[in-house]
Nanobody
C-alpha cells in the first residue's frame, strides 16, 4: 500500500503560479512512475502529466504543455507539479497517483487538493 498526500493548492489569479507537492509514504517511491490528474466540477477526471521513476522522462497533454512541469525528488519521496500561466479553466481538484503502465493506469490515488484560478 502506498499513501499519497497532496499539498499546495489554493486560490490564485489568472496568469499566476502554484506548485503542488505529493508526498509518498513508502521508501520504494523511486520504483514507481507517478502522475497528476485533475477533475473539475461536472467533468471527468483528466490526465495532467506523468513522470518516469527516474525523473528522466515526462509526459503532458496539449492542454498544459509549456505551462506545467512535473518533477520529483526520490530522496524526499516527493513529486511536484509547477503550474505557471494559470487559466480559469485550470480550476479543479488535483490528484497525484502511482502510474503502472503507459496507458496511465493508476494503482493508488491521493486525496486531492483544490486549485481555484480566478479571472
Amino acid at each position: 500500500q502506498v499513501q499519497l498526500v497532496e499539498s499546495g493548492g489554493g486560490l490564485v489569479q489568472a496568469g499566476g503560479s502554484l506548485r503542488l507537492s505529493c508526498a509518498a509514504s513508502r521508501r520504494t517511491f523511486s520504483s514507481y512512475g507517478m502522475g497528476w490528474f485533475r477533475q473539475a466540477p461536472g467533468k471527468e477526471r483528466e490526465f495532467v502529466g506523468a513522470i518516469s521513476w527516474s525523473g528522466g522522462s515526462t509526459y503532458y497533454p496539449d492542454s498544459v504543455k509549456g505551462r506545467f512541469t512535473i518533477s520529483r525528488d526520490n530522496a524526499k519521496n516527493t513529486m511536484y507539479l509547477q503550474m505557471n500561466s494559470l487559466k480559469p479553466e485550470d480550476t479543479a481538484v488535483y490528484y497525484c497517483a502511482v502510474i503502472v503502465d503507459s496507458s496511465w493506469s493508476v494503482a493508488y490515488w491521493g486525496q486531492g487538493t483544490q486549485v481555484t484560478v480566478s479571472s
